[in-house]
């Protein structure tokens, strides 16, 4: 009897020691996640374009004249402004109020960064799946919550950063269509400023 006893005992030992290994294997693999998918975190397949230099353009509305008449310079300042005016009157646009800089720029950006929902995930299901697994099986259970919860925060992560991507073209193709339609207005308001100087007796370029 005295034998037995020293053999359950031994045995509840050893099966506590087993216990303690899972559950300190499955407290490493919720501490080690956060580090790990802390280098995913980076992994941004939508991330900041590299800078184009955008050369300067011409303002699309400069008009060039030259006083074929000897006109003197208060009267062609007072041409010019006259002209203006009147052109910002017909084409109903005024390069002074309508400009858009050339390197304006919406850029989208998930919120929350990417990797923010694999991290997440991930830690709830191992933390999930080391409590149903048991005392037993913490570690194994640990292992598999875990996965499963990158595969499903990586599909979030991604699907967030598809959403920001088409944002983000729909902003590039708002911003080109509207900045076509100011160079069409522009465009008129040249010609109109110019045929109002070639009537004053300038020539234009």
């Given at each position: 009897?005295?034998?037995?006893?020293?053999?359950?005992?031994?045995?509840?030992?050893?099966?506590?020691?087993?216990?303690?290994?899972?559950?300190?294997?499955?407290?490493?693999?919720?501490?080690?996640?956060?580090?790990?998918?802390?280098?995913?975190?980076?992994?941004?397949?939508?991330?900041?374009?590299?800078?184009?230099?955008?050369?300067?353009?011409?303002?699309?509305?400069?008009?060039?004249?030259y006083p074929k008449s000897g006109q003197t310079p208060e009267q062609q300042s007072r041409d010019?402004?006259?002209?203006?005016?009147?052109?910002?009157?017909?084409?109903?646009?005024?390069?002074?109020?309508?400009?858009?800089?050339?390197?304006?720029?919406?850029?989208?950006?998930?919120?929350?960064?990417?990797?923010?929902?694999?991290?997440?995930?991930a830690i709830a299901g191992a933390v999930l799946g080391a409590l149903i697994g048991g005392p037993?099986?913490?570690?194994?259970?640990?292992?598999?919550?875990?996965?499963?919860?990158?595969?499903?925060?990586?599909?979030?992560?991604?699907?967030?950063?598809?959403?920001?991507?088409?944002?983000?073209?729909?902003?590039?193709?708002?911003?080109?269509?509207?900045?076509?339609?100011?160079?069409?207005?522009?465009?008129?308001?040249?010609?109109?400023?110019?045929?109002?100087?070639?009537?004053?007796?300038?020539?234009?370029?």
């Open positions: 009897m005295k034998i037995w006893g020293y053999q359950a005992a031994k045995g509840r030992s050893h099966g506590k020691k087993r216990v303690g290994r899972h559950l300190v294997a499955a407290f490493l693999i919720v501490a080690a996640l956060p580090v790990l998918s802390g280098c995913y975190a980076h992994r941004d397949p939508y991330g900041p374009a590299p800078q184009a230099t955008v050369a300067p353009r011409e303002p699309i509305t400069q008009v060039y004249f010019h402004y006259d002209c203006y005016n009147w052109a910002v009157k017909q084409t109903g646009f005024d390069p002074g109020q309508s400009a858009i800089p050339t390197d304006q720029r919406v850029r989208v950006v998930p919120m929350p960064p990417p990797g923010h929902d694999t991290v997440t995930f037993r099986h913490a570690g194994g259970g640990a292992v598999i919550g875990a996965t499963g919860g990158v595969m499903a925060g990586a599909a979030s992560d991604a699907a967030r950063a598809e959403a920001a991507r088409q944002q983000d073209e729909a902003y590039a193709a708002e911003a080109a269509a509207r900045q076509a339609e100011l160079d069409q207005k522009a465009l008129g308001f040249r010609r109109a400023m110019g045929a109002c100087l070639e009537g004053r007796g300038y020539s234009v370029r």
